[in-house]
């Protein structure tokens, strides 16, 4: 019932955002602010108050279960499910849902209650991909997610941002398509070996009834949407322009929200559903995840702009993703779950400093700024930091993370991961470009006007501290996600070495 309440929750709150924005946009900031963190605070509630994984006989790893008849006839069903793994990301994405209003303060003006409903709304499709267990539903939930991401990028973008939001929603829709042909080879599959229709998740992996070839087609759409949507190399090409072209607001939903959906569908569906055939595909996919990572950051050092530096090194970032869930072992399974974690928080952080300076300067090129430190120096450390996190300095999660999904695919492939570990060198180089060029040496504009204030400051600090909590203890986050991830079967055995 908790994941139906909190979509209700962000569904309504969308309208009473825009309804309030026709009168007063500074009121639609707040509504939109106010149903995150009620939706946050329920969620956090229910965390508190829910009995363990495990506790409650016949229930399994789930938190919580709703099950009730829609469309019998085509074996649909209203089924919502959370576990660890969903609370945990579900968490993570209304929380940067309130990060995504804090940055868009000062920057939306015009139709902001237009605005708002549909960042509203694209959390809410997030969080029904992330709960939704019956898997017309998923769908449903997935296509929603795109329509406001696409409001959000042509309306309020920079520059080409109408071309940019229409690529986006063709590589989107058009793997979206490729998901709907292979949820129905499932579960056509599913019904000409057991004689029972239905889109039940559970009931889908518990017989399949897919013969090999079968299986392997309908692994593959579902691999190649989410592969589209993390994205995965060399599926990534809508990204950079759609990412960069969105206001700060839309660039946090896009690049550290919506990602969080294909990587939980990677982790739901692949191995459960489809063993044997991901199990055939695993190399494939970790060499394009490896591939990635020194692609994303090789690019990334390359750029001038500096949100396009941080969209391609969400690119590198989610190489780590592809890697760690084909390795399908505890070790990097754990390390996915807090890669996606500190990824979000990090690049939440740094376009909101990007977002900060194109505020103060009126550019995002690098070579046009320097010396940031002497006149904005609240910004400048906190650019410094959140720099530091993402190339993965211990301390960090992300350095938690990066080295659970390393020790976890060594063992069946060490020559991918060595090649990953030294695509980490471009990490580094990336981010310290970053600090150099903005915020060190003489500076080369005007004044850059004021500094971080309460808003501003407020919200980085508690992601600093979110960051450094989860590099110095990231145990709950690994006691809450092991059930779930545990549930999801048992680890595979590599099909080939490096």
Do not use: C
Not at 263 to 281: E, N, S
Not at 420 to 434: E, K, N, R, W
Not at 453 to 478: D, K, N
């Amino acid at each position: 019932m908790t994941a139906v309440v909190i979509i209700l929750v962000l569904i309504v709150g969308g309208p009473l955002a825009w309804l309030a924005g026709r009168r007063d946009g500074g009121l639609a900031r707040w509504i939109a602010l106010g149903t995150l963190a009620l939706a946050l605070l329920w969620l956090f509630l229910f965390w508190a108050w829910a009995p363990a994984a495990g506790t409650v006989p016949g229930q399994g790893p789930w938190l919580t279960d709703l099950r009730l008849p829609w469309i019998p006839s085509f074996g649909i069903g209203f089924h919502f499910g959370m576990d660890g793994l969903s609370l945990t990301l579900a968490v993570l994405t209304l929380f940067l849902g309130m990060i995504a209003v804090t940055a868009s303060w000062t920057e939306i003006q015009g139709r902001a209650g237009f605005y708002y409903l549909n960042l509203l709304w694209a959390v809410a499709g997030v969080l029904g991909v992330l709960t939704a267990l019956d898997l017309f539903l998923f769908f449903l939930f997935w296509e929603l997610m795109l329509v406001p991401m696409y409001f959000l990028i042509s309306l309020w973008g920079h520059g080409d941002s109408n071309r940019a939001a229409i690529r986006f929603f063709l590589f989107t829709q058009g793997s979206g398509l490729l998901l709907l042909v292979g949820i129905l080879i499932l579960v056509y599959g599913h019904q000409a070996a057991t004689g029972t229709l239905t889109f039940d998740y559970e009931a889908l992996r518990t017989h399949t009834g897919l013969s090999p070839q079968l299986a392997m087609w309908a692994m593959l759409g579902f691999f190649l949407a989410f592969a589209v949507k993390l994205p995965a190399l060399p599926l990534h090409t809508w990204l950079p322009d759609a990412a960069t072209l969105a206001p700060t607001g839309g660039s946090i939903v896009l690049t550290a929200i919506l990602d969080k959906a294909p990587a939980y569908g990677l982790i739901r569906f692949l191995y459960p559903l489809f063993p044997d055939a991901t199990g055939h595909l695993a190399p494939a996919a970790m060499a394009l995840g490896v591939a990635g990572v020194v692609y994303g950051g090789v690019l990334a050092f390359a750029q001038s702009d500096i949100k396009r530096l941080v969209v391609y090194s969400s690119i590198s970032h989610m190489g780590f993703v592809l890697l760690g869930v084909f390795a399908w072992n505890t070790l990097a399974l754990q390390g996915v779950v807090m890669q996606l974690i500190a990824h979000g928080i990090a690049a939440a952080a740094l376009f909101m400093i990007a977002g900060g300076i194109h505020e103060r300067l009126h550019t995002l090129d690098g070579d046009r700024m320097a010396g940031l430190w002497a006149q904005v120096p609240r910004l400048s450390a906190m650019g410094l930091l959140f720099a530091m996190a993402t190339l993965g300095l211990p301390g960090f999660g992300n350095f938690v993370a990066e080295i659970l999904i390393l020790v976890g695919t060594f063992r069946g492939y060490p020559v991918l991961t060595l090649v990953a570990v030294l695509g980490m060198i471009t990490t580094t180089v990336y981010a310290l470009v970053l600090v150099q060029r903005a915020f060190h040496g003489s500076p080369r504009q005007a004044e850059a006007g004021r500094d971080y204030g309460v808003r501003e400051g407020l919200a980085m600090a508690v992601m600093t501290v979110l960051i450094v909590w989860l590099g110095l203890y990231p145990q709950p986050v690994f006691h809450a996600a092991a059930p779930a991830l545990a549930a999801l079967g048992p680890a595979v055995t590599p099909m080939g070495g490096g």
